[in-house]
């Protein structure tokens, strides 16, 4: 009995590990939809606009709230389309917050796609403190036709958790601000454009973590029943 006892066990522990391994795929927060270029981008104001400087093939930056102003870094774009939005003034929930990419590249065919090494939300109180919400990263990308202007390529949007730590923040300042920053490669072109939408109806990927712990819950409850029919 003791034998079977330390067995369970170890079947257990190697689930929790397995489980926990699996499920950091869907930890980082911001979870990729797929192509969408049917809807307008609302606001019409590009929240991150990012622009290669040269023959660099990489551009990076950003937009932060410092507790005053809006502070652009990095490779953003000339213009006024860099700026941290008040999530309050976007009409949409904590669940449905959604990321549209615009891609302005001459990918696709022989041509490298974009690759984003990283694309992080952060949201900024009053003081202009960070707490960052989500990220997602090490995904390739081609620009879809027709998607230039006011229209998006690809939709992205927040897990579970991240949706919980963004209203967790907003419980704590209601006046909490939203930035993007990023890194993308294999660029050659853009700029690649970012804005926020709301959307409905998305099944998002639940952490893996859940489900292989609750199978292996029901698959040990199962051998000790069997076991103990069986004494």
Do not use: W
């Not at 449905?96 to 984003?116: P, Y």
Request: proline share 4%.
């Amino acid at each position: 009995m003791n034998r079977f006892i330390t067995k369970v066990a170890i079947t257990f522990g190697v689930l929790i590990v397995f489980g926990l391994s699996e499920g950091s795929a869907f930890a980082d927060g911001i979870v990729f939809v797929g192509p969408n270029h049917d809807i307008t981008i609302v606001p019409p104001v590009e929240i991150l606009s990012l622009q290669h400087h040269g023959s660099n093939s990489v551009e990076s930056g950003g937009v932060r709230f410092d507790g005053s102003n809006d502070v652009r870094f990095g490779n953003t774009s000339a213009g006024p389309h860099n700026v941290t939005v008040l999530f309050m003034g976007l009409g949409v929930s904590t669940s449905n917050l959604g990321i549209l990419l615009n891609i302005n590249e001459n990918n696709g065919g022989n041509n490298s796609s974009l690759h984003i090494d990283s694309l992080i939300l952060t949201a900024y109180n009053s003081q202009g403190v960070g707490t960052v919400i989500g990220s997602i990263e090490d995904i390739s990308l081609d620009q879809l036709r027709p998607a230039q202007g006011s229209r998006s390529d690809y939709q992205f949007a927040l897990d579970a958790a991240a949706a919980a730590r963004l209203q967790a923040a907003l419980d704590l300042s209601p006046n909490l601000r939203l930035g993007l920053s990023g890194i993308f490669s294999n660029v050659g072109g853009g700029p690649e454009r970012l804005t926020f939408n709301g959307v409905n109806g998305i099944a998002v990927p639940e952490p893996a973590t859940i489900v292989l712990l609750g199978t292996g819950l029901a698959g040990l409850s199962t051998l000790i029943r069997k076991r103990r029919q069986a004494n």
